[in-house]
């Protein structure tokens, strides 16, 4: 049964648009994470939250960034999309920041024209 | 840092037969180590996981994995699969520090009658 939910599913838009991805998840859980999968299916952590803190902020373009409004909120927002961030942008949780199984939303499919 | 290496990009395999999947895993200690599966169009979802104890774990669907810190393995099996379990299978580790999970590049496994 999902728990982790994403919106939107799909996202088409140009070079140069600010989008912005929802993710809220309704385990109860203190962490929160958006990860990155590419068209070769490559996974690569983006962004940790644990209860509304920043913990980890792998290296990315300045143009994303995570927002939350409370533990069960992670949101994600590219200010200025560039082609290559074509790609499925992946939200999960965990119980806290020690506990490693993830629960992943279905995920966000971005496509850059 | 820790790391995970699928040797297999792809595998194919007839129904009922049974399978292997690979992993190789890099860290320093004892880690946590987990298999994800990713369905076509949806996001991943826990089969199993390991941490320190009986090296044989059991998943959902049939699916077990066994931990050998001496070959620094984790290697999926399923004893007869079905054609449902044609997806991607990602294998995971992580240690109790880290935070989120460091993943593998996937094994795309075909099931044909």
């Known amino acids: 049964e999902t728990a982790v939910f994403q919106t939107p599913n799909y996202h088409v838009t140009q070079v140069g648009n600010e989008v912005s991805f929802n993710c809220k998840q309704t385990?109860?859980?203190?962490?929160m994470y958006w990860y990155k999968q590419d068209s070769k299916k490559l996974l690569k952590i983006m962004f940790s939250?644990?209860?509304?803190?920043?913990?980890v902020n792998e290296t990315v373009p300045r143009r994303f960034s995570p927002q939350s409004s409370d533990k069960a909120h992670l949101n994600l927002r590219i200010k200025s999309v560039e082609p290559e961030d074509s790609a499925v942008y992946l939200c999960a949780s965990s119980w806290d920041s020690s506990q490693n199984t993830l629960y992943f939303g279905a995920g966000t499919r971005l496509s850059v024209l | 840092a820790q790391s995970v290496t699928q040797p297999d990009a792809r595998v194919t395999v007839s129904e009922g037969a049974s399978l292997q999947l690979r992993c190789k895993y890099s860290y320093f200690g004892t880690p946590y180590l987990f298999w994800y599966v990713q369905y076509p169009r949806q996001g991943l979802q826990l089969l199993l996981k390991?941490?320190?104890?009986?090296?044989v774990v059991q998943g959902v669907n049939g699916f077990e994995a066994e931990f050998s810190k001496s070959n620094s393995s984790f290697h999926l099996r399923k004893a007869s699969v079905h054609w449902s379990d044609w997806a991607v299978y990602f294998c995971?580790?992580?240690?109790?520090?880290?935070?989120?999970?460091?993943f593998g590049l996937g094994t795309r496994v075909s099931v044909f009658p």
């Open positions: 995971a580790v992580s240690d109790n520090y880290a935070q989120g999970l460091t």
């Open positions: 390991y941490y320190p104890g009986d090296p």
């Open positions: 939250y644990n209860n509304k803190q920043l913990i």
């Open positions: 385990l109860g859980h203190d962490t």
